[in-house]
């Protein structure tokens, strides 16, 4: 078949002996000048499928690694090492493959690419044709896309049936297999289709390349990460493709560079991304090279109108079996002379943390019960005032507790309640000088908190027993779901954060409540953007934890607004009132971007400074207000009465202003050379600001929508009716 470079003075010759018509194809491979620690990474190739086919028929001392490649040794045999390959599947169309010198670490591709060994015979072979590994068949699927979208475009933009777009998709295949029998390089296409420059080929350091190329859902992120960072614009299709493969090659570098795919996940999937940004970037495709398939659509198809119907049985959740942190909180309600001062509840994925402060007989106990039930360590101290970390005294310490500088150490303690497992740690105070309890968990080195904050059981909320049933009290509204968001407004308060991410909890009991338990969380919701409830109480936050609890919440709305249609009226209007949110950098582009227009535009100082400080620590709508109120100012000459008019036609006086926890006290005041740059800078930063708080950006709504079907654009149809929802609002 042909002889490969490996390095300077080795070099890998290969030789086939084609199978006659039910016989066994043989691959010999012999690898010049070599240390004898050699394998082969290799599988076999299929027309109906991309993935390696892992054979059954293997060489000796074959592995199968990760499930994904056969992994077979070469044998030494003086300088050279040989192995041969035997494929008795009449399917199997190619093998593909990679060396590996286990003893160096040190991979060898053939110019950049994995070596590719057709089992068929092609015209084109030749003894010393190093472009046979490249030869006719198997084309890359994302090479074979473009050439399909080039097709489409120079046919006119037709709109075809699904029919086809197969025979297209199959005619753009051919027309690139028919240019790599010709002998044209793989490189050479890819780089023509692209439009990118070619790569160095040969002269690239066979040290330099790894085994795995980049997952696609990977690439899709790395491109979304890029078109965020360069302001979100409306690329061209030629362009989005420019990007797809800009992308490709940063994160193929770092793997050229020794990272693993499982690192590059980490460092670009953030947070909560790893559950969910992946999957809603597979869903959005923003850079995806698909087939892209216009047609004429009705859009009340993706908007159907379904009436609820509200029963007594929605109103009523079906009997749930008590879990057995709800058979913990009897047993102690049901203690003699037992008040229970303050209960909490706190979820970690599936699993569950109770807190309940009690007092009896005069003496303030601690309980903390948890149905995890693998072995946990309580970090925990006390506190007069929020926020406060205060190491208990040696008095109230559990035996076998830890004490530290400002804290103490204890574990949990297995037990039972009719027959169900649970872990629990038992505090009795002394005295009633602390207010409130801070803590967080630890599994070995592995420290747990509340979406990113610490824990913390306050004692000063008196939690009454629950009252008997008053008879028609409550009828017609979800009461206990209501008296759920009550418990939990007080915690809601302390932030953006906190409130998403309670609403994000309480999604399932809402829809569990049928359409009066939407209704309760909308109007919770609605109070909320309205400033009926507080938004921030003593509480730094960052933009980007806001962002991402914002797209939690959404999240789930979307989801139940495509799975229950009878709900999608009340759905709508419930997320006119929640900014989108989003991953990755979407919230720290708020922090970011407002310190470049301060360096940009020489405001350091004032309202851009004090602003800022609010920025880092508590962003919310009202910032989306006082950015448009700034550019206002800046387009009317700097006229001060148009920056209040804007701030007071939306709700914001100057005492709402100075009530920010990062207070603004001054007034726009800049020089008529700064107006060209702070209105360019302040015009891009509005998207930013949008793109976590409103609820109704069209701008990046119809930028996402364009060119793409309608699986992949649902997101960006709930963010257009919200605009329908909101303007009769």
């Known amino acids: ?58 060489p000796d001392g074959t592995t199968v690694y990760k499930n994904k490649a056969l992994r077979s040794p070469f044998v030494k045999s003086g300088d050279n090492s040989t192995l041969r390959i035997e494929i008795d599947d009449p399917a199997v169309q190619a093998i593909e493959f990679l060396v590996f010198d286990e003893a160096r670490n040190k991979w060898f591709k053939n110019n950049g690419q994995n070596f590719l060994i057709q089992l068929q015979t092609s015209h084109n072979e030749g003894q010393d044709a190093p472009g046979a590994s490249a030869s006719a068949i198997v084309v890359p699927e994302d090479l074979v896309q473009i050439q399909s979208y080039l097709r489409w475009e120079r046919n006119g933009k037709q709109s075809y049936t699904a029919d086809q777009e197969k025979v297209e998709y199959e005619a753009a295949r051919a027309e690139l297999i028919e240019e790599l029998n010709r002998g044209v390089p793989l490189e050479k296409l890819r780089a023509r289709l692209t439009k990118t420059p070619e790569s160095s080929g040969s002269d690239a350091p066979a040290s330099q390349t790894t085994i795995t190329s980049v997952p696609e859902e990977l690439v899709q992120v790395q491109a979304y990460l890029r078109w965020e960072k360069a302001g979100k614009p409306n690329y061209s299709p030629e362009k989005q493709l420019v990007e797809f493969e800009e992308a490709r090659k940063e ?57 609820p119907v509200v029963t007594e049985q929605q109103v009523k959740a079906a009997p749930k079996q008590p879990t057995v942190l709800d058979l913990f909180t009897k047993s102690l309600q049901e203690g003699d002379n037992c008040d229970v001062l303050s209960r909490k509840l706190f979820k970690i994925g599936d699993e569950e943390i109770l807190a309940i402060a009690t007092n009896a007989l005069g003496k303030t106990r601690v309980h903390l019960a948890t149905n995890r039930m693998e072995p946990l360590i309580l970090h925990w101290a006390l506190a007069k005032n929020p926020g406060e970390w205060e190491a208990p005294p040696s008095s109230i310490v559990p035996s076998g507790s830890t004490v530290l500088d400002k804290a103490c150490e204890t574990s949990f303690g297995e037990s039972e309640l009719d027959g169900l497992q649970y872990q629990v740690v038992e505090i009795e105070l002394d005295d009633g000088r602390y207010k409130g309890m801070p803590f967080v968990l630890r599994r070995g080195e592995t420290w747990i908190k509340n979406n990113d904050s610490d824990f913390y059981l306050d004692f000063n909320t008196k939690v009454t027993k629950k009252s008997k049933d008053t008879g028609d009290a409550g009828k017609g509204t979800a009461k206990d779901f209501l008296e759920r968001i009550a418990d939990l407004e007080e915690d809601a308060q302390r932030s953006f954060m906190h409130r998403f991410n309670i609403a994000a909890d309480l999604v399932d009991q809402a829809r569990d409540a049928g359409l009066l338990g939407i209704v309760g969380l909308f109007v919770w919701i609605r109070f909320m953007s309205t400033r009926q409830l507080i938004w921030n109480k003593n509480y730094n936050v960052k933009p980007r934890e806001i962002s991402q609890a914002q797209d939690r919440f959404t999240d789930d709305l979307e989801n139940m607004y495509k799975s229950y249609p009878q709900y999608r009226e009340i759905l709508r209007m419930l997320l006119s009132a929640v900014g989108r949110g989003g991953e990755g950098d979407v919230g720290q582009r708020i922090r970011d971007e407002i310190l470049v227009i301060q360096r940009n535009n020489d405001c350091k100082g004032g309202i851009m400074e004090e602003w800022h400080q609010k920025l880092h620590n508590n962003t919310s709508p009202d910032d989306v207000v006082i950015c448009q109120a700034i550019i206002d100012y800046i387009k009317s000459d700097f006229d001060i009465n148009v920056y209040w008019d804007t701030l007071n036609k939306n709700g914001i006086t100057k005492e709402r202003l100075l009530s920010y926890d990062r207070a603004i006290h001054s007034e726009p005041k800049f020089r008529s050379d700064q107006k060209e740059g702070l209105l360019r800078d302040l015009g891009n930063y509005m998207r930013s600001l949008k793109a976590v708080h409103s609820g109704a950006d069209l701008e990046s709504a119809i930028a996402t929508c364009m060119g793409y079907k309608s699986e992949v654009i649902f997101s960006s149809v709930i963010t257009l009716v919200k605009l329908d929802t909101r303007a009769r609002i």
């Open 251 to 307: 994160l193929q570098a770092e793997l050229d560079n020794g990272a693993s795919v499982d690192q590059l996940r980490k460092k670009i999937v953030k947070g909560n991304l790893e559950k969910k940004v992946s999957k809603q970037l597979e869903k959005k495709k923003y850079f995806s090279v698909e087939r892209i398939q216009r047609r004429n659509r009705d859009i009340t198809q993706l908007l159907n109108k379904h009436k």
């Open 1 to 58: 078949v042909g002889r490969f470079k490996l390095e300077s003075n080795s070099e890998l010759q290969v030789t086939l002996n084609p199978a006659p018509q039910g016989a066994v194809a043989e691959i010999n491979l012999q690898a010049t000048n070599t240390s004898g620690s050699l394998v082969l990474h290799w599988g076999a190739l299929r027309p109906d499928r991309r993935e390696w086919l892992l054979p059954s028929r293997r």
